[in-house]
């Protein structure tokens, strides 16, 4: 997951490159969860000033060695993005880095990950987490979630939704939604709410109530609601919400709208609208999201854009 998202060259369809290793203490044949081995070439100082250090999976109750647990801590303290994917967070755990903070991992492991390390907060109900640049992801396609989350954050909406398109995974996707969804897989795609989620994407710019949203849905609102979450992990009004931001950073990003035409054209109604959301949210403003990634969809393109984020 980690070498699909950042291990692959996009340029060609407008997309980004990273400037990617893959690094162990001891090079040579590495045995992976699944049985086979990885050849790795390269030792831990070829990640010494990565600006992503990421950790995969890898069964739990295996000891980690104190040089990746001191990679761990460096990559923390120098300011880097530091990710770990579903029983990764464990080696994060182990060095240190979320004591005192929130973090989650795959919910067949969240029990025994709060009962050793109860310094960390463990919020079992989340696809990631992010907290202070350190990003904890739940299961493998929540790992996608939360390395999509990174490329957005650092490069923009347009980055990380071109790799979104190439890999055929949803964009939309935050860490807010539920890990465990009553029904991931729909059994039957006449009672899917399919259709109906791509309605409301097509008129975020209107008001878009649960009951006009069940009537279209040939719902009751309570059953609306519960399919909804049951479907999604999210509410009705989350999900907007979410998918109301991303089409605000994408024109942010890509139009020379006024923010007050932006709110309109996203449903936020009025700019001051929009700011709240984008402070609460995003931890950002719409006009310094702009100033940071305005005219970076562009530029991803460029033959000579290899982003050094992830190592």
């Known amino acids: 997951m980690i070498c699909e998202v950042f291990g692959i060259d996009r340029r060609d369809t407008g997309g980004p490159a990273f400037d990617f290793t893959i690094a162990t203490a001891v090079p040579g044949p590495v045995r992976t969860s699944m049985g086979f081995d990885v050849v790795v070439d390269q030792d831990l100082s070829a990640i010494a000033d990565a600006d992503l250090l990421a950790v995969p999976a890898y069964p739990v109750g295996t000891p980690v060695d104190e040089v990746y647990l001191e990679a761990i ?76 989350h990174i490329v957005r954050r650092e490069m923009g909406a347009a980055a990380a939704n071109s790799i979104a398109r190439r890999m055929v995974v949803p964009p939309q996707r935050d860490g807010g939604q539920s890990q465990f969804i009553a029904t991931p897989v729909v059994e039957c795609a006449d009672d899917s709410l399919a259709e109906v989620l791509d309605w409301m994407a097509e008129h975020l ?84 999201y702009r100033a940071t990634f305005g005219g970076l969809a562009a530029s991803a393109s460029a033959p000579d854009a290899g982003a050094p984020l992830a190592g």
């Open 73 to 148: 801590r460096a990559a923390h303290e120098r300011g880097a993005w530091v990710l770990s994917v579903c029983s990764g967070a464990f080696a994060l755990a182990q060095s240190g880095i979320l004591d005192g903070r929130r973090a989650t991992t795959h919910w067949m492991h969240a029990d025994a990950m709060a009962e050793r390390f109860p310094r960390i907060e463990v919020d079992a109900d989340r696809l990631f987490v992010e907290q202070d640049r350190i990003v904890t992801g739940a299961g493998t396609a929540a790992g996608i979630d939360a390395a999509l």
């Open 205 to 288: 710019e209107r008001e878009l109530p649960v009951p006009e949203l069940a009537r279209k849905a040939l719902m009751s609102p309570r059953t609306f609601a519960r399919r909804f979450k049951a479907e999604t992990g999210t509410t009705p009004a989350a999900w907007l919400n979410r998918q109301r931001l991303l089409r605000a950073q994408q024109l942010l990003e890509e139009s020379a709208y006024g923010l007050e035409r932006i709110a309109a054209e996203t449903g936020f109604g009025t700019a001051a609208v929009m700011r709240h959301h984008f402070v609460r949210v995003l931890q950002t403003t719409p006009t310094a």
